[in-house]
């Protein structure tokens, strides 16, 4: 008997090591589930895709709806590719606009956002005008705009950049104010500097919201280049996607507009990928809203 009585809980405890999994074998799991998460959001958005175009294809054929009326998605396609050597001058130029009034909405939401954060004056003294020119539809605005800056390019480089400014600055603003007032106390009992202060608490408080901000202006850098170069109604070689748009309405080339509003599509779609990853790979490590958590 006493035999037995020692040995039944050392059976237990092993049957017990053997019930609960090894750290190896839960990394394996996780893995798999993450492995198969990036699998299923990869893969679920291509076939709906995909379907829908089959769709609109079937449609068009099945229907003998003209082209001129609804284009087929080859026919778009083969459009896309005849038609290349155009829409890829326009292309290169939306995309140089698009960064160019995203770059200096960057710097100039940032460098005020911080100057708003220090110094109360700024804010009470600037913030109304910013609310103002982001409340103040761009399509207003734009004819102004052309009309008081002679150069074309810098006037719509002007209207993307109010469109993709006010993003970058209200949510900076909003980050660098939510620092933990514990921390700010910790800060200054300490006797930290304001550089300090800044470098190791405001900074990475705002990170995250500035980052959400960034992918909300990269897609409106891009509508404010489009929507801008719609009003100027430029034409020429030195021109957008949005005047091959344009043009192509005025001759009825409706393949053509879809051409180019399929590039829109796809640079809209470039620039949010980008800028999501951006995130991902800033905050991933470290912040609640990027990482990766298995239910």
């Given at each position: 008997?006493?035999?037995?009585?020692?040995?039944?809980?050392?059976?237990?405890?092993?049957?017990?090591?053997?019930?609960?999994?090894?750290?190896?074998?839960?990394?394996?799991?996780?893995?798999?589930?993450?492995?198969?998460?990036?699998?299923?959001r990869?893969?679920?958005?291509?076939?709906?895709?995909?379907?829908?175009?089959?769709?609109w294809?079937w449609?068009?054929?099945?229907?003998?709806?003209?082209?001129?009326?609804?284009?087929?998605?080859?026919?778009?396609?083969?459009?896309?590719?005849?038609?290349?050597?155009?829409?890829?001058?326009?292309?290169?130029?939306?995309?140089?606009?698009?960064?160019?009034?995203?770059?200096?909405?960057?710097?100039?939401g940032?460098?005020?956002?911080?100057?708003f954060?220090?110094?109360?004056?700024?804010?009470i003294?600037?913030?109304?005008?910013?609310?103002?020119?982001?409340?103040t539809?761009?399509?207003?605005?734009?004819?102004?705009?052309?009309?008081?800056?002679?150069?074309?390019?810098?006037?719509?480089l002007?209207?993307?950049?109010?469109?993709?400014?006010?993003?970058?600055?209200?949510?900076?603003?909003?980050?660098?104010?939510s620092?933990?007032?514990?921390l700010?106390?910790?800060?200054?009992?300490?006797k930290?500097?304001?550089?300090?202060?800044?470098?190791?608490?405001?900074?990475?408080?705002?990170?995250?919201?500035?980052?959400?901000?960034?992918?909300?202006?990269?897609?409106?850098?891009?509508?404010?280049?489009?929507?801008?170069?719609?009003t100027?109604?430029?034409?020429?070689?030195?021109?957008?996607?949005?005047?091959?748009?344009?043009?192509?309405?005025?001759?009825?080339?409706?393949?053509?507009?879809?051409a180019?509003?399929l590039?829109?599509?796809?640079?809209?779609?470039?620039?949010?990928?980008?800028?999501?990853?951006?995130?991902?790979?800033?905050?991933?490590?470290?912040?609640?809203?990027?990482?990766?958590?298995?239910?």
């Amino acid at each position: 008997m006493a035999s037995t009585s020692i040995t039944e809980p050392v059976a237990l405890a092993d049957a017990n090591a053997d019930a609960v999994p090894s750290e190896a074998a839960l990394r394996a799991h996780e893995d798999k589930l993450r492995r198969r998460e990036s699998m299923l959001r990869i893969v679920a958005p291509v076939v709906i895709i995909a379907a829908l175009l089959l769709l609109w294809e079937w449609t068009v054929r099945a229907n003998n709806i003209p082209h001129y009326i609804l284009p087929a998605p080859s026919l778009i396609l083969r459009t896309l590719f005849d038609n290349w050597d155009s829409l890829s001058s326009a292309l290169w130029f939306t995309i140089k606009l698009t960064l160019l009034a995203l770059g200096a909405a960057i710097v100039g939401g940032v460098l005020l956002a911080i100057a708003f954060a220090l110094f109360k004056w700024v804010e009470i003294g600037l913030f109304p005008i910013a609310v103002i020119l982001q409340v103040t539809p761009i399509i207003a605005i734009a004819p102004l705009i052309l009309i008081y800056v002679s150069n074309t390019t810098a006037a719509l480089l002007l209207c993307a950049w109010i469109v993709a400014f006010f993003p970058i600055l209200s949510n900076t603003v909003i980050g660098l104010k939510s620092a933990d007032s514990n921390l700010r106390d910790l800060f200054q009992l300490y006797k930290a500097s304001p550089w300090q202060t800044f470098r190791y608490l405001l900074a990475p408080s705002a990170l995250p919201y500035f980052m959400a901000g960034l992918k909300i202006a990269g897609g409106l850098s891009l509508i404010g280049a489009v929507v801008a170069e719609f009003t100027a109604g430029t034409a020429g070689k030195e021109t957008g996607l949005a005047s091959r748009i344009l043009e192509s309405s005025f001759r009825t080339e409706i393949p053509m507009m879809f051409a180019a509003l399929l590039l829109v599509s796809l640079l809209g779609i470039v620039i949010f990928i980008v800028f999501a990853a951006l995130s991902r790979l800033v905050l991933g490590h470290w912040h609640e809203s990027e990482m990766r958590r298995e239910n």
